[in-house]
């Protein structure tokens, strides 16, 4: 059946340093969507990649969507207090799966 | 506002007791959802609708059920059948249904805990 896998499980990182968590399918998708769920909180969405080799950004944040359309990757450059958080890929093929998430930790 | 609203926040049961979740959403989407999380694992599928009268087990439905009488409400159960319970629970829900959802929108959760 189909499994997302993203690593690192943990990260830490000092202040202004960049962070990448990083996500596999096992399935080819037809989109990917990412989250970030700050601690104690629930999951708010950040984005959606749909075509093969998409790279979107958000400010500090970089979306990206492998050709093959079975991995993606999320990173932050210049990381702040406020990036705190787990942050969770989800990949569509017939169901949608979410990762474990990547939890990001950050030393002022 | 619009959002989903999830009850209690907090729940302490009795091992052997149902307890019921409650979610409700004023967003006028199709779809809801049910996820349970556990440290590390991310988020599992327990239960979906994408349809009033209609809901299809995710991938952990075993001693979980639901109902979808109104579209605003998708109330989860949680029966005396399943094995682990304690878990943190989110409803979630979307504006399309199918391969091609959008975003979910998800409610604050609610973490239960069995004695």
């Known amino acids: 059946g189909q499994q997302v896998m993203q690593i690192p499980q943990y990260q830490h990182v000092q202040e202004g340093e960049d962070f990448t968590t990083y996500c596999n399918s096992s399935t080819t998708l037809s989109n990917i969507q990412w989250y970030k769920q700050r601690p104690g909180g629930h999951p708010v969405f950040l984005i959606q990649l749909v075509k093969s080799g998409e790279v979107k950004k958000q400010k500090r944040l970089t979306f990206q969507f492998g050709e093959a359309k079975k991995n993606s990757s999320l990173h932050i450059t210049a990381t702040q207090t406020t990036d705190v958080g787990t942050y969770f890929c989800a990949g569509r093929s017939n169901d949608m799966r979410f990762g474990a998430g990547t939890r990001l930790t950050v030393k002022p | 506002d619009g959002g989903i609203t999830q009850s209690p926040k907090y729940l302490f049961r009795k091992e052997g007791q149902n307890v019921t979740l409650s979610c409700e959403q004023n967003?006028?989407?199709?779809?809801m959802y049910w996820y349970r999380q556990d440290p590390g694992q991310g988020l599992r599928l327990i239960y979906y609708s994408q349809i009033v009268n209609d809901f299809q087990k995710g991938d952990i439905a075993e001693g979980y059920s639901v109902s979808r009488e109104k579209k605003e409400s998708f109330p989860l159960t949680v029966t005396s059948a399943q094995k682990n319970p304690t878990a943190f629970y989110l409803c979630?829900?979307?504006?399309?249904?199918?391969?091609?959802?959008?975003?979910?929108?998800f409610g604050e959760g609610s973490r239960l805990t069995v004695l």
């Open positions: 967003l006028n989407h199709d779809a």
């Open positions: 979630a829900s979307s504006a399309r249904p199918g391969r091609n959802t959008g975003e979910l929108f």
